[in-house]
């Protein structure tokens, strides 16, 4: 998705050791991860079909959607699994798949509530909901995120969780 951007500034670790994430004592519950915007053209929904091979009209072909009409709307829509994709890229981006420093992606748990329709700018948001006590190398977090389109309905959330270095 090399159209999306960050809406905040990051400071991810050296680009040779890959993102940082925060040791479990250091992360309160609410804190905030930096949002990030996707703009869902054509080009980047055609782009997505091809890499998950879900090339579905409703997705790709723009007269056929004029057509049928799916979801009421005359027009293409984003893939569902690209919008679990923005979802989880907000934890990914701020603290990576697996961290340089041993944290890593434990789920994704999303739900979408709204198709997202060609042309519409998406801005994914997370903070952390609730911290999991394991003991040591055990320990993990939640990180609710939502998504909401520019007329700032939710068109989908998730819960990450993610396993925290001590």
Not at 56 to 67: D, I, S
Request: glycine share 10%.
């Amino acid at each position: 998705m090399s159209e999306s951007k960050s809406t905040s500034e990051h400071n991810p670790a050296s680009p040779d050791s890959g993102p940082m994430c925060p040791r479990f004592g250091e992360i309160e519950t609410g804190a905030e991860l930096p949002p990030i915007e996707l703009r869902y053209d054509q080009a980047v929904i055609d782009r997505y079909a091809l890499g998950s091979l879900d090339m579905n009209p409703v997705h790709t072909n723009e007269e056929w959607a004029a057509r049928a009409q799916v979801f009421g709307m005359p027009e293409t829509v984003g893939h569902g699994m690209m919008t679990m994709s923005s979802l989880a890229s907000v934890v990914s981006r701020a603290w990576g798949p697996v961290s340089a420093n041993g944290g890593s992606i434990r789920f994704v748990d999303a739900t979408f509530t709204k198709p997202v329709k060609v042309g519409e700018t998406v801005i994914s948001r997370g903070f952390v909901k609730r911290k999991h006590v394991h003991g040591t190398g055990k320990n993990w977090v939640e990180v609710k995120v939502e998504a909401r389109d520019a007329a700032g309905d939710v068109i989908g959330v998730a819960d990450v969780g993610y396993n925290l270095p001590d």
